[in-house]
Each structure stands twice: as C-alpha cells, then as structure tokens.
C-alpha cells in the first residue's frame, strides 16, 4: 500500500497563488513510479493536471495550466508540490494526489489517490 497525505488547498481571488503538497509513503512505492495531481469538477469532469517522474527530473502538465502551474518533487522524501499561479476560476476543482506508473497517470487510473483538497478560484 501507498499512503497520500495531502495539503494546500483553499479559497482564492482570481489571479492569486496557492501550493499543494503530498507526501507519499508505503511498502508499495515503487521507483517506477510517477507521482502528480487530478483534479475534477462538474464542468470538465476528471482530468491529469501535472505529473512528475520519481527522479523529480520530467514533468508533464496539462495545456490548460502550461506556464501557470510548476510541479516539483523532494526526491529524499517523496514530496510533491504543485504551485499554482495565476488561478482562474476554471481551475475550482477538487485535487487528488495520485501515485503510478507513467502510461497510467496519462489514462487516469493511477494505483493509489489522495483524498483530495479543494481549491476554490473565485472571480
């Protein structure tokens, strides 16, 4: 098993700033593993927000969120940040953690989800 422990979240004005972080740990945390973030909502349903390798050297995002979002990681313990600038209403959604193999992040099915935070852009 991969526990997610999760933090960040909140309310915002638009154009504001907010960091998630997610910790990860288990027996089943492989190196082969990606971790990043989802996130979901009435309007767009589910969809793969930024992702990272678990070097923390290649991170994938989203078209939506290029030059807005920065994904990092803290490889010595296996912490992922998810800076958010510039926020837009369209970006309220709830965001889960996620942990898995590459191919799978991209499709949606990663191994283990977070509980998610909520993230609330107001105009």
């Known amino acids: 098993q991969v526990q997610l422990s999760e933090s960040g979240g909140g309310m915002v004005q638009t154009g504001g700033s907010l960091r998630l972080s997610c910790a990860a740990s288990g027996p089943s945390l492989m190196e082969s593993f990606a971790m990043g973030w989802h996130r979901q909502s009435p309007a767009k349903g589910r969809e793969l927000v930024a992702m990272i390798n678990y070097s923390g050297s290649r991170a994938l995002y989203a078209d939506s969120v290029k030059g807005r979002f920065t994904i990092s990681k803290e490889v010595s313990n296996n912490t992922v940040y998810l800076q958010m600038n510039n926020l837009q209403p369209e970006d309220t959604a709830v965001y889960y953690c996620?942990?898995?193999?590459?191919?799978?992040?991209?499709?949606?099915?990663?191994?283990?989800w977070g509980q998610g935070t909520l993230v609330t852009v107001s105009s």
């Open positions: 996620a942990v898995g193999h590459g191919p799978d992040m991209v499709a949606g099915s990663p191994h283990f």
